[in-house]
């Protein structure tokens, strides 16, 4: 089992910055791939950025340039970096944590971008 604890999200305006935090505990060793997804009203969940264990990342067309992925292999955790806040950035932000034996997710943590 892995847990994964978010952290970081609020209410922020357009063209504002915020970092979510994610913290991973339990069988820790069997993740590799780490990253995070959101999921807007009536919309489904998509990618926003992803990092391998070797620290290599992909994001979403939308956050390309935008947003920043970073892992702490020592502490467990995963950070996102999120600049130039647009209102089309507001959801629900998911931490994921991938193993051998499936996706483990996070609870989520609300993004509000809104003047």
């Known amino acids: 089992q892995v847990q994964l604890v978010e952290s970081g999200g609020g209410l922020v305006q357009p063209g504002g910055s915020l970092r979510l935090s994610c913290a991973a505990s339990g069988i820790i060793f069997s993740i590799n791939t780490m990253g995070w997804y959101r999921q807007a009203p009536g919309k489904e969940r998509e990618l926003v950025a992803t990092i391998t264990s070797a620290g290599i990342t992909m994001y979403g067309d939308s956050v390309k340039a935008r947003f920043t992925i970073a892992r702490d292999n020592a502490k467990n955790a995963v950070a996102l970096q999120m600049n130039s806040l647009k209102p089309e950035d507001t959801a629900v932000y998911y931490c994921?944590?991938?193993?051998?034996?499936?996706?483990?997710w996070g609870q989520g943590t609300q993004v509000t971008v809104s003047s």
């Open positions: 994921r944590a991938g193993t051998p034996r499936g996706p483990y």
